[in-house]
């Protein structure tokens, strides 16, 4: 099965747009993390890491 990329929050491309960066609860519902992946929605990892207790991502810049 291959997953489909739906940013759930919002998305910036990378200033050479070669990339996304991304903020969505892809791993725990109602949990943000940052995430990235190609422009062409390949290649998607979590760039975040470990979050206080409920935390979420909040803002992130390139």
Do not use: N, T
Not at 2 to 8: K, L
Not at 19 to 48: I, P, T
């Amino acid at each position: 099965m291959q997953r489909q990329f739906v940013p759930r929050r919002d998305f910036h491309c990378s200033p050479d747009g070669a990339r996304l960066a991304y903020r969505a609860d892809l791993e725990s519902s109602g949990v943000v993390e940052l995430h990235s992946a190609s422009a062409d929605g390949s290649s998607s990892l979590k760039v975040s890491g470990a979050l206080i207790p409920e935390g979420d991502v909040v803002d992130y810049s390139w």
